[in-house]
């Protein structure tokens, strides 16, 4: 069946240092969507992408789907400990369900 | 805004119990799902429901059964408990049918089953 594959699983940075999570689908997807999760709560919807090669910027985090639609990024630039938290990229799977990645833990060295 | 709710935070069972894990939306969202998370391997779904007393497996729907008798509440049900479902289960809504809406999530149940 349909995969969603994230990496990495976990990434340790230093606040202040730029941090990107990769999602990889071993099919072409119609969309794309990210959640946030942070530490002891549940997954928050953050962005939706839905055309090839689109790129979309909330403050200092960026989006990108790629050209084929099989991959998409999440970059942070100039981390802060509010970012800390999992982060996962989901696309649908048929015409109800959605398949999520593993998952990126985020952790920031203050 | 939208707001899931479930019964319980954290959960502790005993082996062969039976268990009932509550999810209300108060958006008269037509889809619910039931997932559960455990490190290193994401959401995994284990049923949904796009309609009352309407549901369909997901990827992992052994040992499990779910009940949507109204619009507001999708259960989810351990018949009997054993050890690895030891988990958290994450209940989410949406609205429609489409996969371009986003998902809305519950603030998780924490089982162990002891």
């Known amino acids: 069946g349909q995969q969603v594959m994230q990496i990495p699983q976990y990434q340790h940075v230093q606040e202040g240092e730029d941090f990107t999570t990769y999602c990889n689908s071993s099919t072409t997807l119609s969309n794309i969507q990210w959640y946030k999760q942070r530490p002891g709560g549940h997954p928050v919807f953050l962005i939706q992408l839905v055309k090839s090669g689109e790129v979309k910027k909330q403050k200092r985090l960026t989006f990108q789907f790629g050209e084929a639609k099989k991959n998409s990024s999440l970059h942070i630039t100039a981390t802060q400990t509010t970012d800390v938290g999992t982060y996962f990229c989901?696309?649908?799977?048929?015409?109800?369900?959605?398949?999520f990645g593993q998952g990126t833990r985020l952790t920031i060295n203050p | 805004d939208v707001k899931v709710t479930q019964s319980s935070r954290y959960l502790v069972k005993r082996t062969g119990e039976k268990v009932f894990l509550e999810c209300v939306q108060d958006?008269?969202?037509?889809?619910m799902f039931w997932y559960r998370q455990d490190p290193g391997l994401g959401l995994r779904l284990i049923y949904f429901s796009y309609d009352v007393k309407m549901k369909e497996k997901g990827d992992i729907p052994e040992g499990y059964s779910v009940s949507r008798e109204k619009k507001e509440r999708f259960s989810l049900i351990l018949e009997s408990a054993s050890t690895n479902q030891t988990s958290m289960y994450l209940c989410?809504?949406?609205?429609?049918?489409?996969?371009?809406?986003?998902?809305?999530f519950g603030p998780g149940t924490r089982l162990t089953v002891t």
């Open positions: 989901a696309g649908p799977q048929g015409a109800q369900k959605l398949v």
């Open positions: 958006m008269d969202h037509e889809n």
């Open positions: 989410a809504s949406r609205p429609g049918t489409s996969g371009l809406y986003e998902q809305y």
